[in-house]
């Protein structure tokens, strides 16, 4: 990775921080754990960024192996990129960890519009119980405000979509988000009951396990 600056030290922490730790690079994969971006999807959702800069962090993490490239082939034919299994087995664990620290920088309310990004993030993935999980191999779809996000769920742990799904949740992004850090007891229920999950009832009641998306769990799945 010539060019790209180095703590020079021999710790796992800094060696981790010299491919994670660079300006962008944790709001790239943020948008990758939404599924396959091409490279004008991730500029237009990184306001900001140098191209140049965008495409130096993407090699970056290539070289990492935590992002792949992918040709598409006819009638689509574009270029993707989307998080490897090495990707999601060691860097989620991580974007969530960030992202619960900085839910404590942010206002304690629901109010004010949400990305459909943050509704999948903040409402889906950082509800996930790896104990629930355990013994499940599914592949789930949630559809929030037009867009679509699938991912699986193996060996104990988040990973990239392997198949169709076997549950497809429908929801808002103000609802997931809702469900989840809502003011009141009744908020979070009222929220959690316009979600929409399409499947087998077996399967539907594991994701909502999984995912901690029931009554009793989906306020206290943050803590």
Same mark, same amino acid.
């Given at each position: 990775?010539?060019?790209?600056?180095?703590?020079?030290? %021999?710790?796992?922490?800094?060696?981790?921080?010299?491919?994670?730790?660079?300006?962008?690079?944790?709001?790239?994969?943020?948008?990758?754990?939404?599924?396959?971006?091409?490279?004008?999807?991730?500029?237009?959702?990184?306001?900001?960024?140098?191209? %140049?800069?965008?495409?130096?962090?993407?090699?970056?993490?290539?070289?990492?192996?935590?992002?792949?490239?992918?040709?598409?082939?006819?009638?689509?034919?574009?270029?993707?990129?989307?998080?490897?299994?090495?990707?999601?087995?060691?860097?989620?664990?991580?974007?969530?960890?960030?992202?619960?620290?900085?839910?404590?920088?942010?206002?304690?309310?629901?109010?004010?519009?949400?990305?459909s990004l943050n509704g999948f993030l903040l409402g889906v993935l950082l509800g996930f119980?790896?104990?629930?999980?355990?013994?499940?191999?599914?592949?789930?779809?949630?559809?929030?405000?037009?867009?679509?996000?699938?991912?699986?769920?193996?060996g104990g742990r988040l990973g990239g979509a392997s198949h169709d799904p076997d549950?497809?949740?429908?929801?808002?992004?103000?609802?997931?988000?809702?469900?989840?850090?809502?003011?009141?007891?009744?908020?979070?229920?009222?929220?959690?009951?316009?979600?929409?999950?399409?499947?087998?009832?077996?399967?539907?009641?594991?994701?909502?396990?999984?995912?901690?998306?029931?009554?009793?769990?989906?306020?206290?799945?943050?803590?």
């Open positions: 990775m010539t060019g790209r600056r180095s703590y020079g030290q %021999n710790c796992p922490i800094a060696n981790g921080l010299d491919v994670l730790g660079e300006r962008w690079t944790l709001l790239i994969l943020r948008e990758l754990v939404g599924g396959p971006r091409r490279y004008s999807d991730l500029r237009a959702q990184l306001s900001g960024i140098a191209t %140049n800069l965008l495409a130096q962090r993407l090699d970056e993490l290539q070289q990492a192996g935590v992002v792949e490239r992918t040709e598409l082939p006819p009638p689509i034919a574009r270029t993707v990129y989307t998080l490897s299994d090495h990707g999601w087995r060691l860097v989620l664990p991580i974007l969530g960890a960030v992202a619960r620290f900085g839910l404590q920088t942010m206002s304690s309310g629901v109010e004010g519009p949400r990305s119980d790896p104990v629930g999980a355990a013994g499940v191999e599914a592949t789930y779809r949630v559809q929030i405000d037009g867009r679509t996000f699938d991912f699986a769920v193996t549950v497809t949740l429908r929801a808002s992004a103000a609802d997931l988000v809702a469900a989840r850090v809502g003011a009141t007891a009744a908020q979070r229920l009222t929220a959690l009951r316009r979600c929409r999950f399409d499947g087998k009832a077996d399967d539907v009641d594991t994701m909502r396990t999984v995912l901690r998306l029931t009554s009793k769990t989906a306020a206290v799945s943050m803590s």
